[in-house]
């Protein structure tokens, strides 16, 4: 099956500093990928969709200085918070959507990244 | 707000029971996906429904689309602890994007 990971799956930070987290396609090529961010017993909300060789699209109120996104290629898209802070602390994870397939939009997710910062 | 409103957003139930969750929107999607998360792990996909009306069974899972591709329904029979977890609905809307609802909590009590 499709399999997505991410790295690291925790990272513990001070403030201010910045974190950078990966999201890879194991086993697919993948064109467009998808940032989320989840709080404690909350739904997921999605930060930004990324496509691969192109900006990405951010959704309202998420701030492209702060959340900068990168999708060098059809299998990797990073995410880094800049200058995190503890408001920042969250479980952020990714998807991706298989290149070529008629899947009705199906996306496969990654594991998560569980992000405190001190 | 959000797009997508689940209800119930808790439920505990004993095993052996039926519930069923409801994910209720005024917008109209392309496709609609259920997921179950568990914590600390990334959701994974249960179904995916397109077509209005369609009914979909996945052992005791039963998920159906609305007619107007508005809302959909998950419904557990004979509920197992298992079953807990959290499940989530999630629409596209004939773009790339895929927008989350509100998420329900189920607890299935042994």
């Known amino acids: 099956g499709a399999v997505v990971s991410q790295h690291p799956s925790w990272v513990i930070c001070k403030s201010g500093t910045s974190v950078k987290i990966e999201c890879r396609s194991l086993d697919f090529q993948a064109t467009t990928m998808f940032w989320y961010r989840q709080f404690p017993k909350q739904s997921l909300m999605l930060m930004a969709t990324s496509n691969e060789g192109s900006k990405a699209t951010y959704e309202q109120g998420v701030e492209k200085d702060k959340f900068l996104i990168n999708h060098a290629s059809l299998t990797l898209s990073t995410l880094t918070v800049t200058s995190a802070h503890p408001e920042d602390s969250s479980f952020y994870i990714c998807?991706?959507?298989?290149?070529?397939?008629?899947?009705?939009?199906?996306?496969?997710f990654g594991p998560g990244t569980r992000l405190t910062v001190l | 707000t959000q797009l997508l409103e689940q209800s119930p957003q808790f439920l505990s139930i004993q095993e052996g029971e039926n519930l069923t969750v409801y994910c209720n929107s005024s917008s109209v999607f392309s496709s609609l996906q259920w997921y179950r998360q568990e914590p600390g792990e990334g959701p994974v996909l249960l179904v995916t429904?397109?077509?209005?009306?369609e009914v979909k069974k996945l052992k005791r899972l039963t998920f159906q689309f609305g007619d107007a591709r508005k809302d959909s329904s998950l419904h557990i029979t004979a509920a197992q602890p298992g079953d807990t977890g959290l499940y989530l609905c999630?629409?596209?809307?004939?773009?790339?994007?895929?927008?989350f609802g509100t998420g329900t909590s189920l607890t299935v009590i042994p």
């Open positions: 429904v397109v077509t209005g009306g």
């Open positions: 999630a629409g596209a809307l004939g773009g790339n994007q895929f927008y």
């Open positions: 998807s991706a959507r298989i290149v070529g397939i008629p899947s009705h939009n199906e996306q496969f």
